[in-house]
């Protein structure tokens, strides 16, 4: 069976737009005699629609493109396989399906709903569908097709211990029933390592029940989500036969029986996290109608690297740079960041806060001590640069990127209102340790982001001689003991008990759950951690913390 | 039986302190001789103790204060019922129940897990819990206890239309097993005309087994839901025996088996709101630490009713007013201020943005064209008063309250990073036409909020002479057609052929998705209506809307 993997990137919400492209597709398949067009999870209205599917006009415009697509079938011989939401008879439940259909000659020749259905981290499905109540094979041209849906194959305890522990496996259900090849469709977002994991589970499967699996897998970003695509077939020996690239839309032709080759080499990891960046930001900016960003270049790392991805991502031209010194900052920082700029390819500006700046003082002295203006002087330093930068958004229309890291949006050392002001927080899943492996990257084969910007201490400067290592730990620690505290949940205790220093854990710890309300407010960040600040990271804000 | 009724309000994540309120509590009904003392769902953690319940650590520290509560009912007569996330051993599913423990005499006499776990609008529950397997009826001093929890009770798809539609009632199945009483502990949240059908649902369970029902709800606000309490007592007939009141803590002593009489009226929608509002200020000012707040006074409604409302919740020397004129303020603003915090008691104060106004004015003309700085220097305006009101926030410590209305929150009226800066959105829920009712409700008795702000025609005061309806549609037509597109999800035809100028109707529904991205950076806001923004409306950002 010639199969037609259509890695695709859906917009959200968009039906008829995504429909479109399918029918494009649709017609070249034909022409190059493929028998099935397989398309992701909820292809039709992107993933994840989110509280869109509880309007059930919603679900009635999702109908009319399936009918569209069930009058086009009649012209082809081509089947298409695709997902998207099912209502049914809203007796009990949720009235909503997860589905794949497999449309053919006029009619959805059959119907396989979703029966895992992820409700942890970022995923709130069971909010909106109800599980199928049985899974079933078909027979198609030949093959008996076991047809599934993501979280159907991540019942893996051992590949997947974060996941809920379901008891049902759908793949070894369809296995059993004779199916001769399982296909996934999936929506699958990114997160380091996950590639890997991904990998090992579904070539688990292909092993364990000896037949062909076709994983087919959405690509694109969706606000916080990035989605790598990677879609891979494997044999029924469990070896590679293809798989997709990751990080961007591909339509490959491919046949179901091909025997495969031994293992292929993942991509390096900080390779994965750029290009999950680049795209996260690419698909921000076009998907919410920009075309252009603009950010505040500070003359330190964060901005340096967002502005780096932001230029590959979308062109340099399509970049914005423009740097605001205030009285505190260094002298290099206006001339790296032009530096950075040059290099980069950039239009770049300078525009002073200072005059400003010293209008807020003379207006708050009056009523301010001295000692009580430094932190409200610090904290409004970074806000009128918020507000400059907001100012070129409303004029020239450009996006604003926010550049702040992982680490910093943590602890709190940010700005709500003045560097937390943006419509997208590229660095916000990025620990700051990583954010000097993804210049370092950036930088493998010639100098782009300037050596004096990955040498200088990180530095706020937003007071005199200001140092990030005068009110932070060390970053290298400071992300360590994030990691086992925000990735992974781990007790207090637990954490000093390997070896760090209990006030600092303590402080860090405290400064983590302080800053939930600053992380409220904060714009989407692009997730690539197993857990990162935003929908997957629900926390109470008026609440005492119990230790 | 003698129960005590323990409507408490406890601190979300502090289990220990909350463990300490029940201690004091049970000794007092040790000596008021109650046989049972009865508290609301999840009361150990508060509720909804969200993503702190994947932490195991968070649940080993529950388990703590359980063993302290059973070491100290070896010394009690009386028993607790009380609400506690339990850990069970985690083969499948996710780990936890959601359970009602009745706890006497040094163990755990009876567990009872919840069966029905919400998982629509602002509920979360399937994410952290694993619904019960069986529903068991429990023996206590020669009553036949039926113990139920929240939604166990909400399977009415008459009454609670918009509810999931579950296959099972725990109630009717206790009532089958021989319940003598059905006791319900909860954590429901208040919306408008809720109590209404809380009380319908509650009655209607009793009428239809002929027992008494007991339900006990919390109270207190945690971050955007405020639960009203309003525990009740119906009789095997369905007449009420008690209710205690909304919005405050109270333990009241009740014998379960005294008959009732005829209807209650329940208290006026506006009251209810209006208490609401109070309960949600003063307990997220509390409950994240601050003990004053500091808001912007425009000289308009809005922040006008939210002086008032703080005023009420706090006390008026808790709040302090700070009007800011800029060029284009009415000379009304300044006065019609000051007169409002005359009548209220707060703490006022002028501080003019003129002067950095212009200066940003003059930073900004040189890049600008006169007619692109129209746009931006109204927002400049609105963020220069963030910026101030934050400078005041950091200096005394009070928490900013944001003053925009659901109305403007829809159809993003409002300039992020500038009057939708501060901790709390009081108004976020309460759409423009009820502010009005609330002002009215505020001033019935004496002119407190002064008639002059009352009559004023709306406006942003950004521009000379601007007026919101030179920009929005009429409030009562704007809050009409919000209420159908954003509460009831109905579509854009439908609402057109309710008679709405189909031009206004575009204008609208366009305004409201394009301003996702604004609401996603907004404080948390206090729910008083069917369908607020934030957690309980989770809508994607990087979309294209088919309508």
């Not at 990030?468 to 290298?476: I, K």
């Not at 690539?528 to 005492?544: H, Q």
Request: with cysteine.
């Amino acid at each position: 069976m010639q199969v037609l993997i259509g890695q695709l990137n859906p917009v959200v919400g968009d039906i008829r737009g995504n429909k479109e492209r399918l029918m494009t597709l649709w017609q070249q398949c034909e022409e190059q005699g493929a028998d099935l067009l397989v398309l992701p999870e909820l292809y039709l209205t992107g993933y994840p629609p989110r509280d869109l599917l509880s309007r059930e006009w919603f679900i009635t415009v999702v109908e009319e493109a399936i009918d569209d697509l069930l009058a086009a079938s009649r012209s082809y011989e081509t089947a298409v396989l695709l997902g998207a939401p099912q209502s049914y008879n809203h007796e009990k439940g949720r009235g909503l399906y997860n589905s794949a259909l497999l449309i053919y000659r006029g009619q959805i020749l059959f119907t396989q709903h979703k029966s895992l259905l992820p409700i942890y981290d970022v995923f709130d499905e069971a909010r909106y569908f109800a599980p199928a109540t049985e899974v079933k094979t078909v027979e198609f041209k030949g093959q008996v097709l076991g047809i599934s849906i993501c979280e159907d194959a991540w019942n893996s305890r051992e590949l997947w211990p974060r996941g809920l522990c379901y008891d049902f496996d759908p793949i070894g259900a369809l296995a059993r029933q004779g199916a001769t090849v399982i296909i996934n469709i999936s929506a699958s977002p990114y997160h380091l390592e996950k590639e890997k994991i991904r990998y090992e589970i579904i070539r688990g499967h292909a092993r364990k029940h000896g037949i062909p699996f076709l994983y087919v897998n959405q690509v694109g970003a969706n606000d916080e989500l990035v989605f790598d695509g990677r879609s891979m077939l494997f044999d029924g020996q469990g070896q590679l036969v293809t798989m997709l690239p990751g990080f961007r839309e591909q339509v490959q032709k491919v046949s179901l029986m091909t025997p495969g080759s031994p293992d292929l080499v993942l991509p390096d990891r900080l390779e994965s996290v750029y290009e999950a960046l680049c795209l996260g930001i690419r698909d921000y900016v076009s998907k919410c109608g920009f075309s252009s960003v603009i950010l505040g270049l500070s003359g330190g790392i964060d901005s340096a690297l967002v502005s780096a991805l932001a230029a590959a991502a979308l062109g340099a031209d399509k970049v914005y740079g423009i740097t605001m010194p205030s009285p505190y900052s260094s002298r290099g920082s206006v001339e790296d960041s032009r530096n950075l700029a040059r290099n980069l390819g950039l239009h770049f500006m300078v525009h002073s806060i200072e005059d400003i700046y010293y209008s807020y003082l003379n207006s708050l002295k009056g009523d301010f001590r001295e000692e009580e203006l430094d932190i409200s002087l610090e904290n409004i330093q970074a806000r009128i640069r918020g507000n400059i930068l907001m100012a070129y958004s409303n004029k020239y229309g450009h996006l604003v990127l926010t550049t702040g890291n992982k680490s910093e949006m943590a602890v709190g050392y940010s700005t709500l209102y003045g560097d937390m002001s943006g419509g997208l927080s590229v660095l916000s899943d990025v620990p700051k340790t990583m954010v000097y492996q993804l210049a370092e990257f950036i930088n493998r084969q010639e100098e782009i982001i300037p050596r004096a910007i990955l040498q200088k201490p990180p530095s706020a400067e937003l007071k005199p001689d200001q140092k990030d290592q005068d009110t932070l730990p060390p970053y290298p620690v400071l992300d360590q003991i994030l990691y086992y505290y925000v990735e992974l949940d781990m007790a207090p205790e637990d954490i000093i008990h390997r070896g760090f220093d209990p006030d600092m854990v303590w402080w860090i710890i405290r400064a983590v759950d302080r800053s939930e309300y600053k992380r409220r407010q904060a714009p989407p960040g692009l997730k690539i951690t197993g857990k990162a600040f935003g929908m997957g990271r629900r926390m109470p804000i008026a609440a005492r913390y119990n230790y």
